[in-house]
């Protein structure tokens, strides 16, 4: 690519900080792989051969390639690369989020991963991410900093068919779960008999088992706004599970100054018209989330 895009080999080599032997030795050397010259002409007309041409296609895509995997994995000088988890539930709120991250502090690089809290909580604490917006009662594990933003609250949705004295179908999310726990302990409660109709992670997948009427659910309370969930109506059920906690959890030292602050407020705005109770003014104070996680 250097030979032909400077025009030589000299040319070439001073680009590459190579000396010229050396960038002849790698062209004689490409000409053993494919087994032809890689130029038709080396001199004034340089021009490389059919051959030549074909391969260095292929060089600019393995060139671009790689480019693109440093972008991804090496943050710029002065970057700083994040990896940030936003259960699935809540993950209409990333827009916002990305925005403010990108305007408040450009230097941060972020990673995004959506999937159910319990399976980011445990990849906190692998530290296979530096914070994470989880759906969960409870504190996160040893280790992450967590602050309250609210509540969620949440509601029954789907109308599966069901007679009179057929147990309950429901569609889960498999555990461990914190939202199946407590559904099961709402229902026991009740005396309400269930069977499972359908379980899998995905929340697209669950979402869609109860618009397709294979099972009633349990999602935050916005879930007829956001993905048009028809709600359960039936007299015998029980109210739905008490509000669940919306934590945002980070790693302690893994962020720079400021991202903690600035993450807190974006997830706030964010969350704004969701059916969320405040939580308390707290913020972002090390040794308050630090006595707040232990």
Known sequence: MAVVEHGGFRRAAEVLHITQPAVSQQIRQLSGLIKRPVFA????????????????EY?????ALNDEAVARFVPEV????????????LAEVLPEFLRRINRELPQV????R????????????????????????????????????????????????????????????????????????VLDRAGIRRRIAYEGPELIGLRSAAKAGLGMTCLIANGDELWGLARTARPDLPPP????PVTLALTPGAAPAGFARTAEKA???????????????????PAVLSASAA
């Open 41 to 56: 002409s080396t001199g004034r007309d340089m021009r490389l051969s059919p051959q030549g041409e074909e391969l260095l």
């Open 59 to 63: 060089a600019r895509r393995m060139v």
């Open 78 to 89: 002065g970057q700083v690369l994040l990896s940030v988890g936003v259960t699935s539930q």
């Open 109 to 112: 690089q972020l990673r995004v």
């Open 114 to 185: 959506t999937g159910a809290s319990e399976a980011l909580a445990e990849q906190l604490r692998t530290g296979q991410l530096d914070a994470a917006l989880l759906l969960q009662t409870g504190p996160p594990d040893p280790g992450p900093d967590g602050l309250e933003l609210g509540r969620m609250r949440m509601a029954w949705f789907g109308r599966p068919a069901t007679g009179e004295h057929d147990a309950l179908p429901l569609a889960l999310f498999p555990a461990p779960c914190t939202l199946r726990k407590e559904v099961g302990e």
């Open 241 to 244: 599970p008490a509000p669940l």
């Open 267 to 285: 997830f706030r705005r964010a969350l704004q018209g969701y059916p969320l109770d405040p939580a308390g003014p707290d913020r972002f104070e």
